[in-house]
């Protein structure tokens, strides 16, 4: 496809239009990132205060539990307790992973990486944010109503999240917020899958980009499909709440000629799967890039990486129906359910073997960005294996909704996410402000999220193999659950513990970007790495790139025998210098 | 058309970003069709319970200027002869559309059918709200337009127009088919 | 909420807790991690298929870990200066990723499918034919009970004499029970951890479970599906009684029926005629 540059714009000059309504997608980007690190506090401290009323049932919650519940002496009351699990698992998905990975990284990265000045559609671009805020206020505002904000957990499964079983406003506004986030994030899609199909630099074929633009490229292209699916769910879901459809009330069609609660979790779950994807794709493909970079070896299996990363976003679109097993849909549809999810790990399989691959007699240097990944390929591994038992139809009749599904799901989605996201966020820590992050507070970091991130997710598993099931206020009515009191303390104090670990990654955070300024600017490629946005200065200029790069190599070339440049690495606006 | 290589550029970019912008609003109807679908395979006969006049005679005349407007949109994208009459008459249709909707609502009432009756009610109400949200936010994409074609007719691209266009023809198509649905079957 | 609430539920905390901790002391690490006794005939099914894919996830992840901490030892920029340049793109690299690939497809996924389709289709979703052994109990769920129906001395359902409990399953020990179950408002989900089974009641539609219990005893029926504020309270008892002790607790339950049943009140109304859709 022919390329035609962008014109370069005049460089913003108010405060309003430099860090507010800024077109600039690097400004854009970071807007995300600290949209999404206040969310990821928020869903932080409910994690925190769920597992409190896990482990120590009765006993206020320390510090602000007295100032927030007042009227139980600082105890988690049941009500909130619902209401903690809801908001926490909507935020964590919907505004911490979400603006993060694709918002902020999705904003950086792909322009930098394919060598454009911008997004194609910058208006597009900030209104993408601002869509965003709003529906975050408006998520945060439901929390403040007389009758609180929503208490069906994030599912909001029907008949709960009707308004037989919820009255007041606050599902509502969870409906309507979470449709603007889905406004918002559809104009994130549209904006990045055009910009990387129209926008790249010459030379940049698809099997140039780095794979973190393909990880991103691949979840916008489910974004703009399956999101929809969702809003209309949502609407539907608004319809019933507030103009009194039926569409989900109880009472089976054949009979009552009402609606069908299951209507929603099939509509949910088409969507639902695609977007566990959709959070992870991008973390991949970060991975797969820091791995090579860091090994100092080209990514090995380029190609396969890509092509399978292509297989598992096609094959996440027809595996829904796991999610429904104990809804006793048609046997027939239940295994070919079962074996299109078995399916997965053949791709999923290979660019595991790709990763290992890249590391295999590379020269590993083990920046904090690469323990990161590192951890990623760990925490991956168990999260990935782990989805085999509840695949299996007969072993999800026991563990369906218990807290192995919890560990497993978190090990996914929450634990290989925020380990690729903070990988990301130390890589391009310096592209993106100017300065690197100190790299011995982010050991420290990674070792301390690293080792009770297991704790926590472990012990959730463990605690579901031995039959404890989700949401529960008070696990300990029952009766076979005493003996798994031990068990949750300890993922109560790995829980605080790896809380408490994040103020390492805040300091360093903030002191990199605003206590720093005596410190002299990172040079432009501090990591020696020869993707496109290493050869622009740090921080990089609102424009870019001053000459539009011309690409002549892949994204890893590392480590060629025969480099005569004194580096072992080669700028991908560099020819690719032949072994024999 | 005379389009040097830029326009060339701007054509394909807008075109695949307009792609997947259908592509969005297509799976949102997509999704409420599935759930059609989902419904109807559910039951033997259809519908589940028997309604009482459900009207006929505005969803088709809601249908004929659907499709008017579309064939009039089409005359003035592609025909260079009384451009502006076919522009002004895909909007006057769109409203009639919008009035048509109205007064099937209101017919509906009247017959006593209401939103909280069942299912085929609901889905009757939602899904021609959900389309009429599109066409109302369809109609005001089109007198932006008119703006360019009326007032500023130097800024008018050829690009403007081809995108309004699409969605207008895309809302009709999403029309026909719920029409069916809903209506027809 | 009011203080009284509030005291209520430090009681029952306390209470909870002291249980826990008396009982539970001598417990090893090891058998705390367990799951709850299994009492059903298919159970082992589930925890066959459990721990052999556990065996073959181990043996998969510690090749993971082997690349991940050995790859990490011997090629650290200390160890090994100079990483090989290959792209990993070649016939045999290809050969061995996509054989990786193949293999894990092959020793995990293929024999999980086949084995679960099969315990599927042979027993968990295998429903016994109906007669005059099977136990047949309809499951009513509504915020934050169960209820449960017996057909009564006629074996009809939906009638005068059904005995109905609250939160109080009753079923005698080696025979084939049959659940039918629906819901009154919410999605609940019927779980029975000591059978390793669940089915969701869902409101508008019939799930039906069967499963049987080779040991006297009590346990407990939870609700696994979220349900409301006051979900984690929806405990139910199962007792599992001798044949004999069944059958005269069946017999008492019956006469009480037959004389106390006000057929007027709306906890008699729910039912529905077996086997209906």
């Known amino acids: 496809m022919a390329f035609v540059e962008q014109h370069i714009h005049d460089a913003p000059t108010s405060f309003w239009s430099k860090y507010i309504c800024s077109y600039d997608h690097k400004v854009i980007g970071k807007q995300f990132l600290w949209f999404g690190i206040f969310f990821l506090l928020v869903g932080g401290l409910m994690a925190v205060m769920i597992r409190w009323t896990l482990a120590f049932p009765g006993q206020p919650f320390p510090v602000i539990g007295q100032l927030m519940f007042p009227h139980t002496g600082g105890v988690v009351p049941p009500d909130t307790y619902a209401m903690l699990f809801t908001m926490h698992g909507t935020i964590m998905i919907f505004y911490a992973i979400t603006p993060i990975l694709i918002g902020a990284f999705g904003n950086f990265c792909i322009p930098l990486m394919i060598g454009a000045r911008d997004m194609i559609f910058p208006t597009l671009n900030m209104l993408s944010f601002w869509f965003n805020m709003a529906s975050g206020i408006l998520l945060l505002g439901s929390l403040c109503l007389p009758l609180g904000a929503a208490a069906g957990g994030w599912t909001s499964y029907p008949t709960l999240s009707t308004t037989l079983g919820q009255q007041g406003l606050g599902q509502t506004m969870w409906t309507i ?17 055009t910009t990387i199909i129209t926008l790249r630099a010459p030379g940049m074929g698809y099997f140039k980009m780095p794979l973190t633009v393909w990880g991103l490229w691949l979840t916008s292209i489910l974004n703009a499909i399956f999101i929809p699916v969702l809003g209309a769910g949502l609407l539907l879901l608004t319809c019933d709440r507030i103009f009194g459809t039926t569409f989900f009330l109880a009472g089976a069609a054949a009979t009552s000629g009402k609606g069908d609660p299951i209507l929603f979790q099939h509509v949910f779950w088409i969507f639902g799967h695609p977007e566990v994807y959709i959070l992870i794709l991008p973390a991949w493909g970060i991975v797969s890039d820091l791995l090579s970079f860091f090994a100092r070896k080209p990514a090995f299996g380029y190609k396969m ?65 690469m323990l990161f990944s590192l951890g990623v390929v760990f925490v991956f591994g168990l999260g990935g294996l782990t989805g085999l038992y509840l695949a299996s139809t007969s072993i999800d009749l026991y563990l369906h909704d218990t807290y192995f599904v919890v560990g497993h799901f978190h090990y996914t989605m929450a634990a290989s996410v925020l380990l ?60 076979f659950m005493h003996k798994l009191m031990p068990m949750n303390t300890f993922v109560t104090w790995c829980a605080i513990a ?44 609102h424009y870019n790139f001053k000459e539009i790069p011309v690409v002549k190599c892949g994204p890893h070339e590392f480590g060629n025998p025969n480099l005569k440049t004194g580096r072992d690495f080669q700028y991908q606006t560099e020819e690719l210098v032949e072994v024999k | 058309m005379n389009i040097d290589r830029s326009q060339e550029m701007k054509f394909i970019q807008s075109s695949v970003a307009m792609t997947v912008t259908l592509c969005s609003f297509a799976m949102l109807f997509a999704t409420m069709f599935l759930g059609y679908f989902l419904v109807r395979s559910s039951v033997s006969v259809w519908p589940p319970v028997e309604i009482q006049g459900m009207p006929q005679g505005l969803p088709f005349l809601s249908t004929l200027a659907i499709v008017l407007s579309s064939v009039s949109y089409y005359f003035f994208e592609h025909k260079t002869g009384g451009k502006k009459v076919n522009f002004v008459l895909t909007i006057v249709l769109g409203i009639s559309f919008l009035i048509s909707q109205w007064l099937l609502w209101a017919a509906l009432k009247e017959s006593g059918i209401l939103v909280s009756d069942g299912m085929v009610p609901s889905m009757v109400y939602a899904f021609t709200w959900l389309h009429a949200a599109h066409i109302a936010a369809a109609v005001f994409l089109l007198l932006w337009l008119g703006f360019y074609v009326f007032v500023r007719t130097e800024k008018l691209s050829p690009l403007k127009v081809i995108n309004v266009g699409k969605f207008w023809h895309f809302l009709g198509v999403v029309w026909i088919l719920m029409y069916l649905l809903i209506f027809v079957l | 909420m009011n ?175 049959m659940v039918q179950m629906t819901s009154k408002d919410v999605i609940h989900s019927f779980y029975l951890p000591n059978v390793r089974l669940k089915a969701d009641a869902i409101p508008g539609r019939f799930a039906k479970l069967w499963f049987d219990a080779n040991k006297v005893g009590e346990y407990e029926v939870a609700c696994a599906e979220m349900c409301g504020i006051h979900h984690y309270l929806m405990k139910g008892k199962m007792t599992v009684l001798s044949q004999e002790d069944y059958d005269s607790w069946k017999n008492e339950q019956e006469d009480i029926a037959i004389a106390t049943n006000d057929t007027e009140s709306e906890n008699l109304r729910w039912g529905w005629a077996w086997g209906s859709k």
């Open chain 1, 305 to 369: 990486t890509a092509l399978s990363l292509s297989a598992i976003t096609v094959l996440s679109t027809v595996v829904y129906g796991h999610h429904m097993y104990t809804t006793q849909m048609s046997p027939l549809l239940t295994q070919s359910f079962m074996t299109l999810t078995m399916l997965i790990s053949i791709p999923s399989a290979i660019f595991f073997a790709n990763w290992l691959g890249t590391l295999w007699k590379g020269s590993i240097r083990f920046t904090s960005p």
């Open chain 1, 177 to 193: 917020a979470l449709f603007l986030l889905g406004v918002s994030s559809t104009m994130g899609a549209v904006n990045y899958i």
């Open chain 1, 420 to 479: 690729g996201g903070f990988a990301g966020i130390y890589f391009w820590m310096p592209k993106m402000f100017g300065r690197s992050m100190n790299e011995c507070l982010a050991k420290i970091h990674f070792w301390t999220t690293m080792i009770p991130l297991n704790g926590i997710f472990t012990g959730m598993m463990i605690m579901g193999y031995a039959g404890m099931h989700r949401r529960l206020y008070n696990p300990f009515i029952y009766d």
């Open chain 1, 498 to 541: 790896m809380g408490l670990a994040q103020s390492f990654f805040l300091y360093n955070f903030f002191k990199t970007i605003f206590f720093s300024k005596n410190k002299p600017l990172a040079s432009a490629n501090p990591w020696e790495v020869g993707t496109l946005e290493w050869e622009i200065p740090s921080p990089a200029p």
């Open chain 3, 3 to 177: 203080f009284s609430f509030v005291e209520r539920l430090n009681g029952l905390f306390a209470q909870a807790e002291s249980v826990a901790d008396t009982a539970t002391k001598a417990l090893s690490f090891w058998e705390r991690m367990m799951p709850p006794e299994d009492i059903s005939s298919s159970g082992h099914l589930i925890m066959w298929l459990f721990n052999y894919t556990t065996y073959v996830n181990l043996f998969w992840f510690s090749l993971v870990c082997l690349g991940l901490f050995g790859f990490s030892y011997l090629y650290s920029q200390k160890r090994h200066k100079k990483a090989f340049y290959t792209h990993g793109n070649e016939k045999k690299h290809l050969l061995i990723t996509a054989l990786i690939g193949l293999g894990v497809f092959l020793s995990v996924d293929m024999v999980i499918t086949k084995v679960s389709s099969r315990d599927i289709k042979e027993v968990f979703w295998n429903f016994p034919e109906d007669s005059e052994e099977l136990v047949k109990v309809q499951v009513y769920a509504q915020q934050w009970a169960w209820n449960f129906r017996y057909a009564g001395r006629d074996g009809e359902f939906n009638t005068a004499d059904d005995v109905v409990l609250l939160n109080d399953l009753v079923i005698p020990v080696n025979k084939k029970v």
